[in-house]
């Protein structure tokens, strides 16, 4: 089946500090890949995303490259501020079928001290 | 308003009690969901509309009813509900359901927070 594994939190970090947070999934077919972000007491949005292999979804500073060969889809960035603290949570989608549904990740929470 | 709205933000009920929860999209959306989020469990997907027609029922139990009436509204009616139902409800639009080269990115709402007592 389809499913999304990544690293349990909470990651706590000092502002500048390089953050990676690890997701590997598996799934039939070819799946795309969405890091969303949930800041406290709102929704979740999307953060990036990449639709094939090697494909590098960027934005805010944050990246992740779709990786084929270790089923992977890490987030990363280089200096992390305050206002990124937030949940972070890794999801896959495969095309096919009614809906095309999203499945995530438990999420990540990840807190940057000043 | 702009995007996905959602009210109540927060809600308390009895296990007898019957509410119902709102969702509004401003963005001319044509696809909408209800996902629940718990404590340390991955978000659950539990129905979709699209074009105002239900297309996806996760296995949801009875006491979950969900009604579409148009393209921008989506409700969740509850009626006695147990305490295991307390959790995050999110609400999401897309353009449609489709394929990585349409507009099928979800764009959520706020969550209405749901205690049951």
């Known amino acids: 089946g389809n499913s999304v594994t990544q690293m349990e939190g909470p990651v706590t970090l000092s502002e500048e500090a390089f953050l990676t947070i690890n997701c590997t999934y598996t799934?039939?077919?070819?799946?795309?890949l969405f890091w969303y972000v949930q800041y406290p007491g709102e929704g979740l949005q999307l953060l990036l995303k990449?639709?094939?292999?090697?494909d590098k979804g960027s934005n805010k500073g944050f990246e992740a490259t779709y990786r084929k060969e270790t089923t992977s889809f890490h987030l990363e960035k280089g200096s992390v501020q305050v206002s990124d603290s937030a949940v972070y949570f890794c999801?896959?989608?495969?095309?096919?079928?009614?809906?095309?549904?999203?499945?995530f990740g438990t999420g990540t929470l990840l807190a940057v001290q000043p | 308003e702009t995007g996905v709205t959602q009210t109540p933000r927060h809600l308390v009920m009895g296990m007898t009690n019957k509410k119902s929860l709102k969702c509004e999209q401003h963005?001319?959306?044509?696809?909408m969901y209800w996902y629940k989020q718990s404590a340390k469990k991955p978000l659950e997907l539990m129905f979709v509309?699209?074009?105002?027609?239900?297309?996806e029922n996760n296995s949801v139990p009875s006491r979950f009813s969900p009604e579409c009436p148009n393209s921008s509204h989506l409700f969740l009616h509850l009626h006695t509900l147990q305490p295991e139902d307390s959790a995050l409800y999110l609400c999401?639009?897309?353009?449609?359901?489709?394929?990585?080269?349409?507009?099928?990115?979800?764009?959520f709402g706020p969550g209405t927070r749901l205690t049951v007592l």
């Open positions: 799934a039939t077919g070819y799946p795309s």
């Open positions: 963005l001319g959306h044509n696809a």
């Open positions: 999801a896959l989608r495969v095309y096919g079928g009614a809906t095309n549904k999203l499945i």
């Open positions: 509309y699209s074009l105002e027609e239900r297309v």
């Open positions: 990449a639709t094939k292999a090697d």
């Open positions: 999401a639009s897309s353009q449609a359901i489709g394929t990585p080269t349409v507009g099928d990115t979800q764009y």
